[in-house]
């Protein structure tokens, strides 16, 4: 089965929707969609980017919707180890990425670190998601997270019990101001580094979309970050806040996500991240600012990337 698993992933990459699932389980008799997340950790594993711990993780998980998303964990050489992404934290990026309204279990490599299980706070009945810790051997269970943090701070104590949380609709009202003077495109190229068309216009309507989308109910900062490939293909992310702050999952790696998870790029940083161009849609004079990361990560993971920077008034955060 770990073989088919290994197969059946690679063809249809980081989201299963939920026909190809029941295909699946029928293929390999399996009877429940928990087991069949079980089964494809393995390959998760092997699509993992871990080149400074050398450490794959691989999480799988079911969203309410019945499709199964694909988590991995990713590390950039270069840059600071806190611009990592956790599997748990890809996964649920990648939930939001394509809709998903909340995640109900989740097969995963390795037990989650305290930093994941903090992030996964933000969804809502984070207590009663089932986690099965695949590196337990058999007959390991799901067991819910509330097993895992028994005492939680998160958005109940800081937030109205109606609040939006994560995965849930955001619509942050925002209204865009004029281009940021020290991002304009540099002398002798454009900002998009020849690519012709729309791309610019659709960079920023991506970015600003991301924003709009963002959770960022605690510091009131909504953010959005795009990036182009040489195809002119665009991706975004969206800032993703954790009660507890520094498990945040800001806009730019939410935006790899993104990329990574629609297939492309052939892992390790610097290489196979093929960005040309970059958008950063985000609050005029605002506490929390990602330009500076923004401006770092690119340097490293994608140095001829162009970046434009487009401020907004902010009137609410959801």
Known sequence: MEEKAARSTAEIGFVIEVDAAAAMMKEWGVATAPELLVALVPSALRMARP?????????VGLGESGRIYVGVNMEFPGLPLHHSIHAEQFLVTNAAVHGETGIRCIAVSSAPCGHCRQFLQELRRAADIQILVTSDGPGSAFLPLSSFLPRPFGPPDLLHKDHPLLL????NKIALLDDDEDAKAPAGGGICN?????????L???????????????SKCPAGFAVADGEGRVYAGSYEESAAYNPSLGPVQAAAVAYVAAGCGGGGAGKGYGFVAAALAEAEGVPVSHEATARVFLAVVAP??????YRFHSSAAT
């Open 51 to 59: 080149p400074i711990s050398n450490f794959p993780v691989g999480a």
């Open 168 to 171: 849930e609709p955001h619509d």
């Open 194 to 202: 020849g690519i012709g068309g729309d791309l610019e216009e659709r």
């Open 204 to 218: 920023r309507a991506a970015a600003e979309g991301a924003a709009r989308a963002s959770h960022a109910p605690y």
């Open 304 to 309: 001829r990337a162009h970046l434009k920077v």
